[in-house]
């Protein structure tokens, strides 16, 4: 597949990036885990090497996953590579490292550049390429004095662009006249389609850098109706805003049939379910930009092969709006 673009940036990347979240490890929000279970650190270095290996140059990652922990792997792992990648990260939660506990958001001007220090000194670099802002909701009256703080940050060669990870399409449009602004990230999969985040993406030239699109791992396969994943893990831990995909650790059953309903195009070519699903994202729009989770060489290697295979054709992601439309 060809490169994708940053959006006004005009940063090439590889077509998918390595969603950072699960290898930070154990940590807590709102008291509950936010986290994905254990990991080993050597299997995620190892991991990112396979993705750099086979040609993934996209990583994306946030100083609250583990606390920072996800940083510092990342700076780690690129140690004598840096030239090789291009390093995403956020900023606007605080937490203590020392309890893995985030403590709530803060977007002041003082702490977002203290905040873009702290994540180059983790990832062991002199510039970060996309700095994003993870907070989703702000108040009108903050956008500008955020938007100022990054473009302050662009000029001093921080930071290179800077973008937004936020589901709601008016705070997008605030950002439209920011010539520094370059992405969205937002939540989209083949079961949760957002068309008018992507239409407004490709209209304003940002890119489309695509939240969970696996939907946590319910698009995978491996989990039915039977399936239960316990408080230890973020899809069980009761976060309301997880429950498009699972429940009090019970997958949604309305995603568990949208999918039945779609496998047999999704797996079509020879792909798996994961490879199908990154496959659809990439034919809705070549802004789209997926980033799917990982914490084994092995979901790397799956993921990255569905680059071989390249997007669905729009015949097939007809068929599958059809379908998904005809169970609504």
């Not at 929000?29 to 279970?37: A, P, V």
């Not at 840096?82 to 506990?101: C, L, M, P, S």
């Not at 390249?310 to 379908?323: A, F, H, M, N, R």
């Amino acid at each position: 597949m060809k490169k994708r673009v940053l959006g006004r940036s005009g940063i090439e990347v590889s077509p998918m990036g390595l969603g950072c979240w699960a290898i930070g490890g154990q940590f807590y929000f709102d008291g509950k885990i936010d986290g994905y279970g254990n990991t080993d650190d050597k299997e995620s270095i190892k991991a990112i090497h396979t993705a750099l290996d086979l040609g993934v140059d996209f990583l994306d990652t946030a100083d609250a996953y583990g606390i920072g922990h996800s940083e510092q792997l990342i700076g780690e792992a690129l140690e004598g590579r840096r030239d090789e990648v291009i390093i995403a990260t956020k900023f606007g939660f605080f937490g203590n490292e020392a309890t893995k506990t985030l403590h709530g958001t803060n977007i002041t001007p003082d702490y977002i550049e203290r905040a873009c220090e702290a994540s180059l000194r983790r990832l062991r670099t002199d510039y970060i390429d996309l700095y994003q802002l993870h907070v989703g909701e702000i108040g009108l009256s903050e956008v500008d004095f955020v938007a100022d703080t990054l473009d302050r940050l662009v000029a001093k060669g921080k930071i290179r662009t800077y973008g937004w990870s936020t589901d709601n399409l008016n705070a997008v449009k605030l950002m439209s006249d920011r010539v520094n602004c370059s992405a969205i990230q937002h939540q989209c999969n083949v079961v949760e389609n957002n068309p008018k985040m992507i239409q407004l993406c490709e209209e304003q030239n940002f890119a489309s850098i695509n939240r969970s699109p696996l939907a946590m791992g319910l698009l995978s396969g491996k989990f039915n109706k039977d399936s239960f994943i316990s408080k230890d893990d973020v899809r069980g831990a009761g976060h309301t805003w997880a429950e498009s995909a699972f429940k009090d650790g019970r997958p949604n059953k309305v995603v568990l049939g949208k999918l039945d309903a779609i496998r047999d195009i999704l797996t079509s070519g020879g792909r798996t379910l994961v490879q199908g699903a990154l496959a659809w994202l990439w034919a809705v729009s070549d802004v789209t930009l997926p980033i799917p989770g990982f914490k084994t060489v092995k979901q790397i290697e799956e993921n990255v092969k569905s680059m071989e295979f390249g997007p669905l054709t729009k015949e097939q992601v007809k068929s599958i709006d059809d379908i998904i439309k005809s169970l609504s």
